[in-house]
């Protein structure tokens, strides 16, 4: 008696410890991967700044070299880098002295930058060669091509530039067209503070000019991560820039399916158990439905993908639809539902079942008054933990063939969808560096709502436990 | 002597049963008079526990049961074709070894065997009426809605499990060891109320505990390896046992 208590002490404390580690160890890595992520930051930045970027490479002339370099890629109307007069096109040269050589940077010196919810930084930008030296033309005067300035901004003007000047070199590059002018100019801004020796011809004669633009500006970028978020998850998606994507389509799209696939499996999944645990006769058929049900517990999400590929996207006609979604998911959870809710059934005492009978009751005023009312904490517990299997499962909607990408939140059943683990793959497998931020974000909700969904299920057994073994 | 003009209620004729291949009960005859108490004793595994849950059909909730033979409740044969053992259940109430109310409100407890056999009337009336004749009506009244059955004592919930039985008015009350979970006190407060009882309902209780027998009996049966040894007046069983077997159980040379 005694040893069987310590026994059973031992392995309290072994499963209590390997349960406490295993989650703070998730907590751990949760933090640190949020406190990594970029797409927060970037996203804020986009909010605050109210531009987004994107990347651009060019050889430098003489060189072997190549310069990699970032481009505004759009500017939100009425926004801070509107007003400082940043436009689509300019160059983003620096952000608070961090080169930016690629979009995250950007957003890097934004997470670095101590201080509250809204920060300014210096920002140095690039304007376009036709903003800063003013109108340029390609020519090919004198045999080869050459760049004309036609209309000199004012700062050129100021620097001594007139209409009608050939830019040879700019910062030491020879000048061949406006891309190159463009070009130069960029490297050239890469030293701030270095006035840049312009090489002109003017009436045949060859002059240097120093020019030094001031191109820096102050751009407050807004931080309320928060907001981020919520921005992320109600964004529509975007395919082309990560600051852009949005959740909002494969967020619909999960619920949309998971709610199909409740609709037909939860009463399905219940009816099932009810049956085999409480109607069923001992025989052959019911013992090789179990066996069956059983092993369909197991069975692989791709080939549950395949059933639901060839029986209800093709054969029933329903396509790559939320209809099918759901259907499939509905036969990936169905023996998962089911032997949860046996389980729970069966942990359902004999002596009640024989009161209810004792005093007339019928088979189903049995099962309808008190074996389901005790076995339904259990048979929730059950539903919720096969709902988020089903909620975090990509591989049988994948052969299904749910669409990876989507831009649009589903309208009805028949609509194409993605849900969030395939967006996340589909994130995942893209070059850029922001869009493996952007998947690391979506992991970040997805887990969560798994996370929160297994705590209901846990609040609920502790609720059942407390009721009516308490 | 009042044991002798008793008429059978419930009557078994050669009834046997099985549990898969092994046989639980082999051939039983015994009467069951009106509105008295029938004791069936015996050591464990005897069989008698099984008999009880054959008069209401318990049994046919395990897989792989067989019966021959007949038990016969007022003229009817309850294992006849076509007769539901739903109905069989309604006449002949049963009271188990385990306290067992429903995890409900007291009230709800009593009721619901009323509302699930569609009794029109007065619930309220019922209900007090069923727990006053359980010796329980005093000591729940004020929680009749607040507390589950879960909340009673033993003695109580099992008194609550009477009520419940009563509720339905049941022409037989039959008890599994109904005091084998419970204190000397709530046993005797539970042995007052059969003998109350028996007034009313006929009464048959499983027990392995003889002076039980012996104190609120009027018959008895002793069975033994599922066979029926000796039935007859308490009284007699008690003191003339005409079985050796018999004899030997009650004065204790085994069980």
Redesign the interface.
């Known amino acids: 008696m005694r040893g069987r208590r310590t026994l059973g002490w031992v392995f309290a404390l072994l499963a209590g410890t390997a349960l406490g580690v295993s989650l703070l160890v998730l907590i751990v890595l949760i933090v640190i991967t949020t406190l990594q992520t970029g797409p927060i930051t970037s996203m804020r930045a986009v909010s605050g700044a109210g531009i987004s970027l994107s990347l651009r490479s060019m050889d430098v002339p003489g060189t072997r070299d190549s310069l990699a370099y970032v481009t505004i890629a759009q500017v939100e109307g009425g926004s801070p880098a509107a007003g400082l007069g940043i436009s689509r096109g300019d160059a983003l040269i620096e952000v608070a002295g961090v080169a930016v050589d690629r979009p995250g940077r950007a957003w890097d010196a934004v997470g670095e930058a101590a201080g509250g919810r809204e920060v300014t930084l210096p920002v140095v930008w690039m304007p376009r060669s036709e903003v800063t030296l003013g109108t340029l033309r390609a020519t090919s005067t004198g045999g080869g091509p050459r760049v004309l300035i036609s209309t000199p901004s004012a700062a050129a003007q100021a620097a001594g530039l007139l209409t009608g000047d050939l830019l040879v070199t700019a910062a030491g590059i020879p000048i061949t067209g406006t891309r190159q002018a463009w070009e130069a100019l960029v490297v050239a801004a890469r030293t701030q503070g270095t006035p840049i020796e312009l090489t002109l011809e003017r009436e045949g004669e060859r002059q240097v000019l120093l020019w030094n633009p001031s191109l820096q500006a102050e751009l407050p970028f807004l931080r309320d991560p928060l907001r981020a978020w919520w921005t992320f998850l109600t964004t529509l998606n975007e395919p082309r820039y990560p600051e852009r994507a949005g959740l909002l389509p494969a967020f619909a799209g999960s619920v949309y399916v998971v709610l199909v696939m409740a609709v037909v499996a939860f009463p399905l999944g219940i009816a099932g158990a009810v049956y085999l645990e409480e109607y069923a006769p001992t025989n052959l058929m019911t013992r090789i439905i179990e066996v069956l049900v059983a092993n369909l517990a197991g069975t692989p999400s791709a080939v549950v993908g395949i059933i639901g590929l060839e029986v209800f996207a093709r054969a029933l006609g329903a396509g790559r639809s939320i209809l099918a979604g759901g259907l499939t998911l509905s036969i990936l959870i169905l023996p998962m539902l089911i032997v949860a809710a046996r389980e729970a059934l069966r942990a359902v005492p004999q002596t009640l079942r024989e009161a209810a009978l004792a005093v007339g009751a019928t088979r189903w005023e049995t099962v309808r008054h008190h074996v389901l009312p005790y076995a339904l904490s259990g048979i929730l517990t059950g539903t919720i933990l096969s709902f988020s299997r089903a909620l975090g499962d990509g591989a049988s909607l994948l052969l299904l063939g749910a669409f990876l990408f989507v831009t649009y939140v589903p309208q009805g059943l028949g609509d194409s969808f993605t849900i969030v683990p395939l967006q996340i793959f589909e994130w995942a497998t893209r070059p850029q560096d922001g869009f493996a931020a952007v998947a690391a974000a979506a992991i970040l909700i997805l887990v969560t709502l798994l996370l929160v969904l297994n705590a209901v299920a846990i609040v609920l057994r502790n609720r059942f436990q407390r009721r009516w073994l308490g | 002597m009042r044991e002798h003009e008793a008429l059978p209620v419930l009557s078994t004729r050669a009834f046997s049963l099985w549990y898969g291949v092994h046989q639980a009960l082999i051939e039983v005859n015994l009467d069951i008079a009106e509105r008295q108490v029938t004791a069936i004793i015996g050591p464990s595994g005897c069989g008698k526990s099984t008999l009880i849950r054959a008069f209401?059909r318990?049994n046919d909730?395990i897989?792989?049961v067989r019966t021959s033979g007949e038990i016969v409740f007022r003229g009817e044969r309850i294992y006849g074709r076509g007769v539901d053992p739903?109905?069989v259940?309604?006449y002949i109430?049963?009271v188990?070894q385990?306290p067992?109310?429903?995890?409900k409100s007291v009230f709800e407890n009593v009721a619901?065997?009323l509302r699930?056999?569609g009794f029109r009337g007065n619930l309220a009336e019922r209900v007090k009426l069923a727990l006053d004749k359980a010796a329980l009506w005093d000591e729940v009244k004020d929680d009749l809605h607040r507390k589950t059955g879960?909340d009673l004592s033993g003695g109580q919930q099992q008194r609550l499990?009477i009520a419940?039985?009563l509720?339905?008015n049941p022409e037989v009350l039959l008890m599994d060891e109904p005091c084998s979970a419970l204190d000397p006190t709530a046993t005797a407060k539970i042995e007052d109320l059969i003998r109350e009882l028996a007034s009313s309902v006929t009464v048959a209780i499983v027990t392995h505990n003889m002076q039980q027998a012996a104190r609120v009996s009027d018959f008895t049966a002793f069975m033994l390896l599922g066979e029926l040894v000796e039935f007859g007046p308490t009284r007699e069983i008690f003191t003339r046992p005409t079985d050796s077997r018999t004899e030997a159980y009650i004065t204790g040379r085994f069980g």
Do not use: H, S, T, W
């Open positions: 209401n318990l909730l897989p792989g739903v109905n259940r309604r109430g049963m188990f385990k067992n109310p429903f995890p619901f065997g699930i056999n879960y499990c419940r039985a509720a339905v």
